[in-house]
Nanobody
Framework: QVQLVESGGGLVQAGGSLRLSCAASGRTFSGYNVAWFRQVPGKEREFVGGIRWSTLATYYADSVKGRFTISRDSARNTVYLRMTSLKPEDTAVYYC????????????????WGQGTQVTVSS
C-alpha cells in the first residue's frame, strides 16, 4: 500500500512562498485522491486542498484559493503544494493524505497519512 513522506516545510516571512512535497513509496498514486491538510496544536485538522491523480482535478479550501496550487509529477510519484502569499495564519503542520474514494475534505475518509512537515510564517 502507498506510504507518504512530506518535505519542504520551513520558516518563511509573510508574503513569501514555499513548495511542499508529498512523495509516495510502496506504490504509485494511480487511482488515488491526494489531499493536503494542516493542523495547529489544540485545533481540528483542516482541509487545504486535494487532487485526483488520474485526472488532475483539484479542489481547494476557500481560505487558500488563489494562493495555493496543488500539482503532481507522475515521473517522481510526487504531489506538490505550492504556497504563495503566505500569511501568519498559514502556520501549521501540513500533512498529505491519500484515499481511493471520492470525498475531498473529510480527514476521516483518508486512510494513508504522512508524518507532517512544519510551516511557520513570521510577521
Amino acid at each position: 500500500q502507498v506510504q507518504l513522506v512530506e518535505s519542504g516545510g520551513g520558516l518563511v516571512q509573510a508574503g513569501g512562498s514555499l513548495r511542499l512535497s508529498c512523495a509516495a513509496s510502496g506504490r504509485t498514486f494511480s487511482g488515488y485522491n491526494v489531499a493536503w491538510f494542516r493542523q495547529v496544536p489544540g485545533k481540528e485538522r483542516e482541509f487545504v486542498g486535494g487532487i485526483r491523480w488520474s485526472t488532475l482535478a483539484t479542489y481547494y479550501a476557500d481560505s487558500v484559493k488563489g494562493r495555493f496550487t496543488i500539482s503532481r509529477d507522475s515521473a517522481r510519484n510526487t504531489v506538490y503544494l505550492r504556497m504563495t502569499s503566505l500569511k501568519p495564519e498559514d502556520t501549521a503542520v501540513y500533512y498529505c493524505a491519500a484515499q481511493t474514494g471520492v470525498s475531498w475534505s473529510d480527514p476521516r475518509r483518508y486512510d494513508r497519512w504522512g508524518q507532517g512537515t512544519q510551516v511557520t510564517v513570521s510577521s
